[in-house]
C-alpha cells in the first residue's frame, strides 16, 4: 500500500484575508504588468511551469520530444532564453549535468534559477545503484511525489509576481488534484496485470519510481543514465531472465536507442522463447506538443495503457484523467 504524502497548496485564512484587502491593486497590478518569460528545461518541468503559471506567463521548453536530457549539451541559443528569463525551472538531481555552468552563469547575475527537486524529502528518493549517494533522478514516474514539484514553482512565481501569487496557488492545487487522480488510475491499471507478468523491461533504468509506486519489477538494458553501457554479460543474464520467466514483452523508450532491445528479443528467440515489443514508453521526455503524451497527464496515461495492454492487465472502465479540462477550469485558456 502506497504512503500518502503530506502536501498541500490552499491559502490559511489569514493569507486569505490579506489577498481579499488587497484583491483590486492585484487586479490593476495584472492589467499593467508585462507577461512572464520562464523557461523550463525538459518537458516534465515545463508542463508543470505552464499549468502553474497559466495565462499570466509564457512558458519555454529547452528540451522537446525524443530528447535525452542525460546527454543534452546547451546551445548558445538555450543560454540566451535562461539569460532573459524571469525565472528559470530545472528538474534537478544531476539529470541535467551539462546544463551547470549555465545555471551557474544565470544565478551570478541574479536570476531565479531553481531545481524543483531542490527542497525535496530525502526519504522519497531512491539511490542511484551505479553511484552510491547519489539519487536517482527520474523522480516523475511517481506521480504523487512529481506532484510535490509544484511546490517551489509556486514559491519562485510569487517572488517574481507577487500580484499573481493566489492565481498560481489556486492553479497549482487544482493540478494537483488531478496528478492523484492519475496516481490512482495508474495504481489500478498496473494492479490489474498478472503478477507473474509484472515485469518491466526497458531501454535504460528510469523507471524505478514507477516500480515503487504502483507494483511493478522493473530492468532497464542501461544504467539509469544513458551515458552507461550495457555489457555483453548484462544483455546475457537478462535474456536468460526473460526466458526463465516467460515474459511476454519489453519495451522501447522514445529518447533511447531500441538497439538493445531488439539484441535481448533476438537473444530470447534464439532460445526458443516468443517476447515482443510491446511499444514504446516516454521516459526522460515526453511527446511532441498537441498529442496525448504531450503533456505530462498524457505521457503517463500513455505509459499505463501500453504497459497495461502489453502485460495482460484490464484496462481501467472508468473514464480516463482528461488533460484537457473545460475552458473555465483550465489556467491556461485565455
Same mark, same amino acid.
Given at each position: 500500500m502506497k504512503c500518502s504524502i503530506p502536501y498541500k497548496l490552499s491559502?490559511?485564512?489569514?493569507?486569505?484575508?490579506?489577498? &481579499? @484587502? *488587497?484583491?483590486?491593486h492585484a487586479d490593476d %497590478?495584472?492589467? $499593467?504588468?508585462?507577461?512572464?518569460?520562464?523557461? &523550463? @528545461? *525538459?518537458?516534465?518541468?515545463?508542463?508543470? %511551469?505552464?499549468? $502553474?503559471?497559466?495565462?499570466r506567463g509564457v512558458v519555454i521548453g529547452i528540451m522537446g520530444e525524443g530528447v535525452d536530457p542525460h546527454l543534452y549539451k546547451p546551445k548558445a541559443s538555450d543560454v540566451r532564453l535562461v539569460l532573459s528569463a524571469d525565472a528559470v525551472f530545472y528538474s534537478g538531481l544531476k539529470l541535467e549535468g551539462r546544463m551547470g555552468d549555465v545555471f551557474a552563469k544565470a544565478r551570478e547575475r541574479g536570476l531565479p534559477v531553481?531545481?524543483?527537486?531542490?527542497?525535496?524529502?530525502?526519504?522519497?528518493?531512491?539511490?542511484?545503484?551505479?553511484?552510491?549517494?547519489?539519487?536517482d533522478p527520474h523522480i516523475w514516474m511517481d506521480v504523487e511525489v512529481w506532484s510535490l514539484a509544484l511546490q517551489p514553482i509556486v514559491r519562485v512565481l510569487c517572488e517574481v509576481d507577487p500580484a499573481g501569487c493566489e492565481y498560481y496557488r489556486?492553479?497549482?492545487?487544482?493540478?494537483?488534484?488531478r496528478l492523484l487522480e492519475l496516481d490512482v488510475k495508474l495504481e489500478a491499471m498496473i494492479g490489474s496485470i498478472p503478477s507473474e507478468q509484472r515485469v518491466l523491461v526497458t531501454a535504460h533504468d528510469a523507471f524505478r519510481y514507477f516500480s515503487r509506486s504502483y507494483g511493478i519489477e522493473v530492468h532497464g538494458v542501461q544504467g539509469i543514465s544513458t551515458e552507461s553501457?550495457?555489457?555483453?554479460?548484462?544483455?546475457?543474464?537478462?535474456?536468460?531472465?526473460?526466458?526463465?520467466?516467460?515474459?511476454?514483452?519489453?519495451?522501447?523508450?522514445?529518447?533511447?536507442?531500441?538497439?538493445?532491445?531488439?539484441?535481448?528479443?533476438?537473444?530470447?528467440?534464439?532460445?526458443?522463447?516468443?517476447?515482443?515489443?510491446?511499444?514504446?514508453?516516454?521516459?526522460?521526455?515526453?511527446?511532441?506538443?498537441g498529442t496525448p503524451a504531450g503533456t505530462y497527464v498524457g505521457m503517463m496515461e500513455h505509459n499505463g495503457d501500453v504497459i497495461t495492454k502489453a502485460l495482460g492487465g484490464k484496462m481501467?472502465?472508468?473514464?480516463?484523467?482528461?488533460?484537457?479540462p473545460s475552458e473555465d477550469e483550465d489556467p491556461r485558456a485565455s
Open positions: 491559502l490559511s485564512l489569514l493569507g486569505f484575508l490579506l489577498l &481579499a @484587502t *488587497t484583491a483590486s %497590478a495584472k492589467d $499593467v504588468r508585462e507577461p512572464l518569460t520562464v523557461v &523550463a @528545461t *525538459t518537458g516534465m518541468v515545463a508542463d508543470a %511551469a505552464r499549468t $502553474v503559471v497559466g495565462d531553481h531545481a524543483v527537486t531542490a527542497h525535496m524529502d530525502e526519504s522519497l528518493l531512491l539511490e542511484d545503484e551505479e553511484h552510491p549517494g547519489d539519487p489556486a492553479n497549482a492545487e487544482r493540478y494537483r488534484k553501457e550495457a555489457g555483453l554479460s548484462e544483455l546475457n543474464d537478462l535474456v536468460n531472465y526473460l526466458v526463465k520467466k516467460k515474459i511476454r514483452a519489453v519495451f522501447i523508450e522514445s529518447s533511447v536507442s531500441p538497439r538493445n532491445i531488439q539484441a535481448i528479443i533476438e537473444g530470447a528467440r534464439a532460445q526458443g522463447h516468443e517476447v515482443v515489443q510491446g511499444g514504446q514508453l516516454y521516459s526522460d521526455a515526453m511527446g511532441a506538443p481501467p472502465t472508468n473514464e480516463a484523467v482528461s488533460d484537457s
